[in-house]
Protein backbone atom coordinates (compact mmCIF):
# COMPACT_ATOMS: atom_id res chain seq x y z
CA UNK A 1 0.00 0.00 0.00
CA UNK A 2 1.42 3.60 -0.87
CA UNK A 3 1.62 6.31 1.55
CA UNK A 4 -1.08 8.26 -0.91
CA UNK A 5 -3.80 5.46 -0.30
CA UNK A 6 -2.92 4.85 3.51
CA UNK A 7 -3.84 8.67 3.78
CA UNK A 8 -6.74 8.56 1.76
CA UNK A 9 -7.95 5.71 4.16
CA UNK A 10 -7.06 7.43 7.41
CA UNK A 11 -10.15 9.16 8.21
CA UNK A 12 -11.27 12.94 8.30
CA UNK A 13 -9.04 16.08 8.96
CA UNK A 14 -9.23 18.65 11.61
CA UNK A 15 -10.79 20.59 9.51
CA UNK A 16 -13.22 18.58 7.94
CA UNK A 17 -14.27 17.65 11.95
CA UNK A 18 -14.16 21.48 12.86
CA UNK A 19 -16.69 22.22 9.76
CA UNK A 20 -19.03 19.45 10.93
CA UNK A 21 -19.20 20.60 14.15
CA UNK A 22 -19.86 24.12 13.28
CA UNK A 23 -22.70 22.89 11.16
CA UNK A 24 -24.57 20.83 13.75
CA UNK A 25 -24.26 23.65 16.67
CA UNK A 26 -25.57 26.16 14.16
CA UNK A 27 -28.49 23.53 13.65
CA UNK A 28 -28.89 23.46 17.10
CA UNK A 29 -28.76 26.71 18.18
CA UNK A 30 -31.47 27.18 15.06
CA UNK A 31 -33.76 24.51 16.62
CA UNK A 32 -33.72 25.94 20.01
CA UNK A 33 -34.25 29.74 18.82
CA UNK A 34 -37.52 28.14 17.37
CA UNK A 35 -38.33 26.05 20.46
CA UNK A 36 -38.10 28.90 22.73
CA UNK A 37 -39.97 31.22 19.99
CA UNK A 38 -42.61 28.70 20.25
CA UNK A 39 -43.12 28.83 24.26
CA UNK A 40 -43.21 32.92 24.30
CA UNK A 41 -46.10 32.62 21.39
CA UNK A 42 -48.15 29.80 23.30
CA UNK A 43 -47.80 31.80 26.98
CA UNK A 44 -49.26 35.15 24.77
CA UNK A 45 -52.32 32.73 23.37
CA UNK A 46 -52.60 31.86 26.70
CA UNK A 47 -52.41 35.29 28.27
CA UNK A 48 -54.99 36.73 25.83
CA UNK A 49 -57.02 33.80 25.95
CA UNK A 50 -57.39 34.47 29.31
CA UNK A 51 -58.20 38.35 29.44
CA UNK A 52 -60.95 37.61 26.84
CA UNK A 53 -62.71 35.00 29.09
CA UNK A 54 -62.50 37.02 31.77
CA UNK A 55 -63.49 40.49 29.74
CA UNK A 56 -66.51 37.87 29.02
CA UNK A 57 -67.10 37.72 32.51
CA UNK A 58 -67.25 41.14 33.59
CA UNK A 59 -69.71 42.15 29.85
CA UNK A 60 -71.84 38.89 32.14
CA UNK A 61 -72.14 40.16 35.49
CA UNK A 62 -73.10 43.77 33.74
CA UNK A 63 -75.76 41.89 31.55
CA UNK A 64 -77.17 40.45 34.73
CA UNK A 65 -77.91 43.61 36.71
CA UNK A 66 -81.35 44.55 36.28
CA UNK A 67 -80.77 48.50 34.52
CA UNK A 68 -77.91 49.15 32.16
CA UNK A 69 -76.91 52.34 33.54
CA UNK A 70 -74.38 54.55 31.97
CA UNK A 71 -71.01 55.64 32.87
CA UNK A 72 -67.72 53.80 33.38
CA UNK A 73 -66.74 51.18 36.08
CA UNK A 74 -62.97 50.19 36.70
CA UNK A 75 -61.77 46.86 38.42
CA UNK A 76 -59.88 44.19 38.98
CA UNK A 77 -60.58 40.68 37.92
CA UNK A 78 -59.16 37.72 40.16
CA UNK A 79 -56.79 37.01 37.56
CA UNK A 80 -55.11 40.24 38.61
CA UNK A 81 -56.21 41.94 35.06
CA UNK A 82 -57.41 45.55 35.30
CA UNK A 83 -60.84 46.55 33.51
CA UNK A 84 -62.36 49.14 32.03
CA UNK A 85 -66.10 49.13 31.54
CA UNK A 86 -67.91 51.59 29.52
CA UNK A 87 -71.98 51.90 28.91
CA UNK A 88 -72.98 54.49 26.84
CA UNK A 89 -76.05 55.60 24.84
CA UNK A 90 -75.91 55.73 20.57
CA UNK A 91 -77.83 57.64 19.13
CA UNK A 92 -78.74 56.20 15.74
CA UNK A 93 -79.07 58.37 12.47
CA UNK A 94 -82.03 59.25 10.67
CA UNK A 95 -84.32 56.63 8.87
CA UNK A 96 -81.08 53.88 9.99
CA UNK A 97 -83.11 52.50 13.53
CA UNK A 98 -86.63 53.13 14.74
CA UNK A 99 -87.46 52.12 18.19
CA UNK A 100 -90.34 52.69 20.71
CA UNK A 101 -89.83 55.51 23.44
CA UNK A 102 -89.37 52.58 25.98
CA UNK A 103 -86.53 51.38 24.37
CA UNK A 104 -82.27 52.61 24.03
CA UNK A 105 -79.61 51.45 22.23
CA UNK A 106 -76.59 51.39 24.39
CA UNK A 107 -73.01 50.06 23.46
CA UNK A 108 -71.17 47.85 25.87
CA UNK A 109 -66.97 48.39 25.90
CA UNK A 110 -64.92 46.43 28.09
CA UNK A 111 -61.49 46.40 28.24
CA UNK A 112 -58.82 44.49 30.11
CA UNK A 113 -55.38 44.71 30.34
CA UNK A 114 -52.55 43.55 32.21
CA UNK A 115 -50.89 46.12 35.15
CA UNK A 116 -47.51 47.27 33.71
CA UNK A 117 -47.43 45.14 31.18
CA UNK A 118 -46.48 46.18 27.13
CA UNK A 119 -49.27 43.80 25.47
CA UNK A 120 -52.11 45.74 23.69
CA UNK A 121 -55.16 45.26 26.20
CA UNK A 122 -57.56 42.92 25.00
CA UNK A 123 -61.31 45.23 24.12
CA UNK A 124 -64.41 43.61 23.78
CA UNK A 125 -67.61 45.78 22.26
CA UNK A 126 -71.13 44.99 22.40
CA UNK A 127 -74.80 46.95 21.55
CA UNK A 128 -77.32 46.35 23.50
CA UNK A 129 -80.92 47.01 23.72
CA UNK A 130 -81.74 48.27 27.15
CA UNK A 131 -85.77 49.82 28.34
CA UNK A 132 -85.35 53.37 29.27
CA UNK A 133 -84.98 54.37 33.19
CA UNK A 134 -87.96 56.22 34.27
Known amino acids: ?10 GFTLLEI ?15 EIFSLGLRLGGR ?3 RTESMLDAGRVMDELFARPALKEGTERGK ?31 VA ?3 RSAGSPEAPVELRTLRLARKER
Open 45 to 47: STA
Open 18 to 32: VVAMAIVGLGIVTLL
Open 77 to 107: SPGGLLWKLEVRAVKPSDGELTLSSDWELKE
Open 1 to 10: MTSRARRASA
Open 110 to 112: VEM
